[in-house]
């Protein structure tokens, strides 16, 4: 639906309607993020809007983690934060697993606005970016996409898997990757979408230089330029203790020996070493490992891993469960996690102090 133009000479051209920002939610404050070397708040930290969830209508209410478990590092929320705060598409570049997504939700739970993950993929077709027809009764309605529909409103907008899109998707969302801000529906009626300040998006991928991940295709110059780049790498084995003893524990993981979740940690370091230098084509982000470990509630030790990795070319495979066979996985069935949970000061520290005997049997 075209509106006339209302200057008298132009009477009868058509000119596209323009949809302004939506005043939904409100904002109570700011959220400061630190910078990652000072840990607290200093100069160089940077404010983001902090809304009042209640200030929302139950659809987008809805929306907006209630709690997070994200635990930030390398400087990751930080370097998010600024781009948000520059107006800038930030794009995590990690292997599956690693907490790209989960990073950008933690965003929106940070400023308490509504979280909207759109995944991106080989089969995504360009109206899951703007919307589409659809017949009702005799007529056809527009009906937006969640794309669109969260651009004009406080949010966070995460397009995952951005690179796996097939181009002509790509190409009409390049548009959110502006800073114009603008988001026109060609397929539509043309009108353009003008964006809320305070609609955040964020875009993740998977390298596409790394082996396991071909079929990607390389982001476009076009693409890559617009966007800023943070790399996400492996976490470091300190902040993958405090994520697995988390989900022990707000999962009662209370059979798993404390023991066995050290020899997690370093099997998936020895199963990184070898990604990292080429010899094995798969994934093994945190994701994984969790899993891993939550499957040693319930099953001997090559069961849980069958499960978590038993989906792979049989060569592959075999040199996952051999590295399993680098470990004394049954040299100590106690404690249990939960119990250097309950009865340690710094679970994380005891648990990490065990490492060290731990290489000793490296057999
Ligand atoms: N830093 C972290 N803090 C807390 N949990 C994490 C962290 N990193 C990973 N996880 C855990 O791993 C799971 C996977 O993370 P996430 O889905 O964000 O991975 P991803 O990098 O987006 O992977 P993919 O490329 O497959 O989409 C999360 O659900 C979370 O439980
Ligand atoms: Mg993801």
Same mark, same amino acid.
């Given at each position: 639906m075209l509106r006339k133009s209302e200057h008298p000479e132009q009477r009868e051209v058509l000119e596209p309607i323009v949809v302004h920002p939506e005043k939904v939610g409100k904002q109570t404050g700011v959220v400061k993020v630190a910078t990652p070397d000072a840990f607290t708040y200093g100069p160089k930290g940077v404010e983001l809007p902090k809304y009042?969830?209640? #200030?929302?209508?139950e659809s987008d209410r809805?929306?907006?983690?209630?709690?997070s478990t994200f635990i930030d590092h390398d400087g990751l929320l930080y370097s998010v934060a600024v781009d948000l705060k520059r107006g800038k598409v930030p794009m995590m570049w990690g292997p599956s697993g690693v907490g790209k997504t989960q990073l950008a939700r933690h965003m929106a739970f940070l400023m308490q606005v509504p979280f909207e993950r759109i995944p991106l993929g080989?089969? #995504?077709?360009?109206e899951d970016v703007t919307g589409h027809y659809e017949l009702k009764g005799s007529t056809t309605e527009w009906v937006q996409s969640r794309l669109a529909r969260s651009f004009g409103r406080p949010g966070v907008i995460c397009i995952d898997e951005?690179?796996?899109?097939?181009p002509a998707v790509l190409h009409v969302a390049r548009p959110v990757l502006d800073d114009s801000a603008q988001l026109a529906l060609d397929a539509y009626d043309g009108r353009i979408l003008l964006k809320h300040e305070h609609n955040f998006v964020i875009a993740t991928g998977n390298p596409d230089w790394m082996p396991q991940y071909a079929g990607l295709l390389p982001l476009s110059e076009a693409d890559a330029d617009r966007l800023s780049h943070i790399s996400v790498g492996w976490p470091e084995t300190v902040i993958e203790a405090e994520i697995l003893l988390n989900h022990i524990k707000s999962r009662d993981l209370d059979r798993v020996p404390a023991w066995q979740v050290v020899c997690g940690l370093m099997a998936w370091q020895d199963l990184r070493s070898n990604i990292d230098d080429g010899s094995l084509g798969i994934t093994a982000g945190t994701r994984s490992l969790m899993n891993f470990v939550e499957l040693l509630q319930y099953h001997p030790v090559r069961e849980a891993m069958s499960k978590v990795y038993e989906r792979m070319d049989s060569q592959s495979f075999s040199k996952v469960m051999h590295v399993l066979d680098h470990h004394n996985w049954d040299k100590y069935q106690n404690p249990t996690a939960t119990d250097l949970i309950a009865e340690s000061e710094d679970p994380i520290v005891e648990l990490l102090s065990r490492i060290s005997e731990e290489g000793d049997d490296v057999g």
């Amino acid at each position: 639906m075209l509106r006339k133009s209302e200057h008298p000479e132009q009477r009868e051209v058509l000119e596209p309607i323009v949809v302004h920002p939506e005043k939904v939610g409100k904002q109570t404050g700011v959220v400061k993020v630190a910078t990652p070397d000072a840990f607290t708040y200093g100069p160089k930290g940077v404010e983001l809007p902090k809304y009042d969830p209640e #200030s929302f209508p139950e659809s987008d209410r809805v929306k907006i983690p209630k709690e997070s478990t994200f635990i930030d590092h390398d400087g990751l929320l930080y370097s998010v934060a600024v781009d948000l705060k520059r107006g800038k598409v930030p794009m995590m570049w990690g292997p599956s697993g690693v907490g790209k997504t989960q990073l950008a939700r933690h965003m929106a739970f940070l400023m308490q606005v509504p979280f909207e993950r759109i995944p991106l993929g080989e089969t #995504s077709e360009r109206e899951d970016v703007t919307g589409h027809y659809e017949l009702k009764g005799s007529t056809t309605e527009w009906v937006q996409s969640r794309l669109a529909r969260s651009f004009g409103r406080p949010g966070v907008i995460c397009i995952d898997e951005w690179n796996a899109a097939p181009p002509a998707v790509l190409h009409v969302a390049r548009p959110v990757l502006d800073d114009s801000a603008q988001l026109a529906l060609d397929a539509y009626d043309g009108r353009i979408l003008l964006k809320h300040e305070h609609n955040f998006v964020i875009a993740t991928g998977n390298p596409d230089w790394m082996p396991q991940y071909a079929g990607l295709l390389p982001l476009s110059e076009a693409d890559a330029d617009r966007l800023s780049h943070i790399s996400v790498g492996w976490p470091e084995t300190v902040i993958e203790a405090e994520i697995l003893l988390n989900h022990i524990k707000s999962r009662d993981l209370d059979r798993v020996p404390a023991w066995q979740v050290v020899c997690g940690l370093m099997a998936w370091q020895d199963l990184r070493s070898n990604i990292d230098d080429g010899s094995l084509g798969i994934t093994a982000g945190t994701r994984s490992l969790m899993n891993f470990v939550e499957l040693l509630q319930y099953h001997p030790v090559r069961e849980a891993m069958s499960k978590v990795y038993e989906r792979m070319d049989s060569q592959s495979f075999s040199k996952v469960m051999h590295v399993l066979d680098h470990h004394n996985w049954d040299k100590y069935q106690n404690p249990t996690a939960t119990d250097l949970i309950a009865e340690s000061e710094d679970p994380i520290v005891e648990l990490l102090s065990r490492i060290s005997e731990e290489g000793d049997d490296v057999g």
